[in-house]
């Protein structure tokens, strides 16, 4: 298994893959594993994230130029996102035992009721390449608290980043088989989905990799959870406050280079301000540092993979061949490195890629429309339902458009972001569950009903 620094489109490292004897050795060792973790107290496993998180903070800087090398995120950048796992860390290690609390139910008052929330096992978790650590953490922080296990499949480029959080959780004093990294192909997956050790199965990643996990947890009554793509609308209403809403827009369209399932992608903006938008949209793209992730100036590095680049620019062209205009952009740069510059395109057609798929790179979609209800419209005409941002000076407006977009999440006035302490996740064919906060942490518990009868063999 190769990693590829997409900078210098050289191989930096190689590894050896998990060949079928390693996968069971390693399930072997979750249920083992489990039966010991489960026992452990929470304030035990609470303790043991707290030092996660110091671990993650003691290392980040070789956390955050491995992250830059295998999948080229602007270093600054990358040094948020170890910060942000810490963080995580340090949510669950602080609210895991509210949020895993006993329930008291009102039963008969001759009886004691409650619910309580036990773990279920070896947990499987089918991670991107996008946010190497973060999304990886998001999972483990909370349900390695809850007493599950976890195997990791990380994605194929960056193996570095997989074999690392392994180093983490060891570090900090987490016992074997606890958390295991499976340096698999895709193909392997599906068996692992299937194997009776395995209690359920997360995925972030594409709809098609959705599809697959889903379908084999499904024949195997596996429990899932599933992040998938999205085409994130930014919506852009006639009282919006137009300075602050071109700047954050390029950010939130080109943050990790574009690659970004909540970046925002589709802009959504009124006729009376589309105008003024564009104008000041377009300056921000232009302005926006591309070159080298390792220099703190940069702001966009280059796309992880070849195919990627690839991929977005069939998008784009086929795009434009439909109509668009591209104001800024549109072409890959001529150099070394999987570089795509800031793009900007308008007059998108509906039926074209630009807004009917997601573009993963820093490629911007631009729409004008005459109404509310139009920009209502156009923001749920997707099949994605990820997140969204609405731009307006009237908070309650805002309310109350952001209460009418089908989507997971809606910010009013920010772009849509991830956060330790709120439930995230989407509708539609962005997927479904959720991570993070105390939905998160309760995914993959088993909700235990226990009804004590009073009075049984009182004299």
């Known amino acids: 298994m190769q990693s590829v620094n997409p900078y210098t489109e050289s191989v930096r490292a190689e590894y050896d893959e998990h060949d079928d004897e390693a996968v069971e050795a390693a399930l072997s060792r979750a249920v083992d594993a489990f039966e010991e973790w489960r026992e452990r107290s929470l304030t035990d496993r609470r303790e043991l994230l707290a030092d996660a998180g110091e671990v993650l903070r003691d290392r980040d800087e070789e956390f955050a130029e491995l992250m830059t090398e295998e999948m080229g995120k602007p270093i600054s950048q990358a040094r948020s996102e170890v910060e942000k796992c810490a963080w ?50 998001r999972f483990a922080a909370p349900h390695l608290t809850s007493g599950n296990v976890g195997l990791l499949k990380h994605a194929s480029n960056v193996p570095g980043c997989a074999k690392v959080i392994e180093e983490v959780f060891s570090e900090a004093g987490y016992p074997e088989g606890v958390f295991q990294s499976l340096l698999v192909d895709s193909d392997q997956v599906e068996d692992v989905v299937a194997d009776e050790r395995v209690r359920a199965v997360t995925l972030t990643g594409s709809g098609p990799a959705g599809r697959a996990v889903a379908e084999q947890a499904g024949r195997n009554l596996k429990k899932s959870v599933l992040e998938l793509g999205g085409s994130d609308p930014f919506v852009v209403l006639d009282d919006a406050p137009i300075d602050e809403a071109a700047e954050t827009g390029a950010r939130a369209r080109t943050i990790n280079s574009g690659q970004s399932c909540i970046a925002a992608k589709r802009f959504i903006v009124h006729d009376d301000v589309y105008d003024e938008f564009v104008e000041k949209f377009v300056a921000e793209m232009e302005a926006l540092q591309v070159g080298d992730p390792k220099d703190d100036d940069t702001d966009v590095g280059p796309q992880a993979r070849e195919d990627l680049l690839s991929d977005l620019q069939e998008q784009v062209e086929e795009t434009v061949e439909m109509g668009a205009t591209v104001e800024t952009g549109g072409e890959p740069l001529d150099r070394e490195g999987y570089f795509y510059p800031p793009t900007v395109l308008t007059d998108v057609p509906r039926d074209s890629p630009g807004a009917r798929e997601e573009l993963f790179g820093p490629a911007a979609s631009v729409f004008r429309v005459e109404s509310e209800e139009a920009a209502v419209e156009l923001a749920n005409d997707s099949q994605y339902g990820l997140g969204g941002s609405v731009w307006t000076t009237d908070l309650e407006r805002g309310k109350e458009v952001a209460g009418r977009i089908d989507s997971g999440a809606v910010f009013v006035n920010e772009l849509t972001k991830s956060d330790p302490r709120l439930p995230f996740g989407g509708v539609k064919e962005s997927g479904y569950g959720r991570e993070l906060g105390k939905e998160g942490i309760r995914e993959f518990v088993n909700r235990k009903t226990v009804f004590v009868q009073h009075g049984v063999g009182d004299e």
Request: aromatic letters at 16%; proline letters at 10%.
């Open 88 to 137: 995580v860390c340090d949510y669950y290690a602080e609210h895991a035992a509210e949020h895993l609390q006993e329930k008291t139910v009102n039963g008969p008052k001759d009886a004691e009721t409650y619910v309580r929330y036990d773990p279920l096992g070896p947990i499987l978790a089918v991670m991107p390449w996008n946010f190497p650590l973060w999304q990886v953490f």
